[in-house]
């Protein structure tokens, strides 16, 4: 199991948690961010998609493997001929046929074991984007838990305002009634009452959105979401976090493996322009008891082509170099992305800080600026202004606790470790070796094909 030293992944603390900076009581029923995961592994039809993609490649390896092996053939015909002799008289000509031959090769400098090496590790390669997939599937599930319960916040944070605002109308008109205020004073309450309902309506159409974007990662549309659990503990420091990633994520591994398979190619494009020794041996019969039988060996080599296998090995040779840069490249990029996201969690990790004690000063603002209103030491737009700061300071709360939850995932992510298995979701995962290992040496007869029949019906592919 790859786990990061000092730094708990979800486990059991995904099932409970409380929102940083605020006591909330979750209901029983309430939908968990475990739960939401859970369906969107089990529901992604890009996940099934990448699984079948993989379990055609493993297919690559058994018609590798069939290659080494004799092939067996038959073939039977009948014949039908009319021909006439000098004396114009018709002769009818009929034959009938069977032929059963098989043939192997020998030796060929080891092409076809090459080629299996090669498959192999192309099936290692795609497992590996397989398991890219998988943690973009989950990662997209956080990002619309989040969003979904960061705009019901706002949705709710913009309703208050709006009572609020309309509370200040109210109040401003009663005032205007007895001479205390102007109509200014009301209309700008009017105003701010104008605003807050446009602001209530644009975030209602954003939860709207989020709603519909979750239904996409997961597969259903949300109920009452739970709080995001106690975020996973980073890595004791940004090189630790590089250097995990640089070990376990998927396009780095996948890199690897398919520098192999190129480094592989080179070989197998030196050993095509060597000769090839076969066998082969036939039976046939004709009709009449004729009987034929023969058998034989056979070395045979290119010695011209134009050019064409010179120019294999020399495409070989250039897909390698490709391929080391490529990885190369990938270790650069994905430490970027580290870094990238560890500054973010910084960044989102301080501003929350700040924006807790914004939010603090901004509602004793507003309630202080009410209570003087009433005594007429403040007009009504300065309590029209801390109320809207105090809705801003909010905003940005929520956005940016929202961030900061997204980007401790996106370090999982990036660091390989954003998977149902990595992640302890209690629900059985899909086995990449198990459809291999039942293919890898090519079953023909019903009872060596018995574990693959087995494996069919795990996923659902056989009755």
Same mark, same amino acid.
């Given at each position: ?60 390896? =058994? ?13 039977? *015909? ?46 290692? &390669?795609?497992? @590996? ?9 989950? #990662? ?42 102007? !109509? ?8 701010? @009452? ?24 997961? *597969?259903?549309? +949300? ?5 995001? $659990? ?8 940004? %090189? ?19 520098? =192999?398979?190129?480094?592989? *190619? ?7 322009? !060597? +000769? ?44 390698? %170099?490709?391929? !080391? ?10 430490? @970027? ?48 202004? =801390? ?23 996106? #370090?999982?992510?990036?660091? &390989? ?10 629900? $059985? ?13 090519? +079953? ?20």
């Amino acid at each position: 199991m790859r786990r990061l030293a000092g730094a708990p992944i979800l486990g059991a603390q995904i099932l409970g948690a409380a929102a940083v900076g605020a006591v909330v009581v979750t209901p029983v029923s309430a939908e968990t961010l475990a739960d939401a995961l859970i369906s969107a592994y089990r529901q992604s039809h890009l996940l099934e998609q990448n699984r079948a993609t993989l379990r055609a490649a493993d297919e690559d390896v =058994a018609q590798a493997v069939a290659a080494l092996r004799p092939v067996l053939e038959w073939a039977a *015909g009948y014949d039908y001929g009319k021909s006439y002799l000098y004396a114009g008289l018709p002769r009818d000509r009929q034959t009938a046929s069977a032929q059963l031959q098989a043939s192997v090769t020998l030796f060929d400098f080891g092409r076809r074991r090459m080629n299996v090496d090669m498959k192999r590790e192309s099936v290692l &390669g795609t497992r @590996e984007a397989l398991r890219m997939v998988e943690q973009q599937v989950l #990662l997209s599930a956080v990002q619309a838990y989040v969003d979904v319960r960061g705009t019901a916040a706002q949705v709710a944070i913009n309703r208050d305002s709006l009572r609020a605002c309309t509370e200040v109308v109210t109040a401003t008109r009663a005032r205007l009634a007895v001479g205390d205020v102007t !109509r200014t004073d009301l209309a700008q309450a009017e105003a701010a @009452e104008a605003e807050a309902r446009a602001g209530l309506v644009a975030a209602e159409g954003d939860h709207r959105l989020a709603r519909e974007a979750y239904r996409a990662a997961v *597969g259903r549309l +949300p109920g009452t979401l739970a709080p995001v $659990p106690k975020l996973p503990g980073l890595p004791k420091s940004l %090189d630790a976090a590089r250097q995990t990633a640089l070990r376990n994520n998927p396009a780095v591994r996948q890199a690897q493996h398919m520098l =192999a398979v190129s480094e592989m *190619g080179i070989d197998a494009a030196a050993a095509d322009r !060597r +000769p090839t020794l076969s066998a082969s041996a036939g039976f046939l019969n004709y009709e009449g008891g004729q009987q034929t039988t023969r058998a034989g060996i056979a070395l045979s080599q290119t010695l011209y082509s134009g050019g064409q296998k010179s120019s294999l090995h020399r495409q070989a040779l250039a897909g390698r %170099d490709a391929a !080391r840069a490529a990885l190369q490249q990938t270790g650069v990029t994905l430490a @970027e992305d580290v870094a990238q996201v560890w500054t973010r969690i910084e960044v989102y990790r301080s501003q929350t800080g700040a924006y807790d004690d914004q939010v603090r000063a901004a509602e004793a603002a507003w309630t202080g600026g009410r209570e003087e209103a009433k005594l007429g030491a403040r007009t009504t737009l300065d309590v029209l202004d =801390a109320e809207q700061t105090l809705l801003r300071a909010r905003s940005d709360r929520i956005a940016a606790g929202a961030s900061l939850e997204v980007a401790y995932y996106q #370090l999982l992510s990036t660091m &390989g470790l954003l998977t149902a298995e990595d992640l302890k979701l209690g629900i $059985p995962t899909y086995d990449p070796a198990a459809y291999y290992n039942a293919v890898q040496n090519a +079953p023909y007869t019903s009872s060596r094909g018995q574990s693959l029949d087995r494996v069919l019906r795990a996923i659902g592919k056989k009755e």
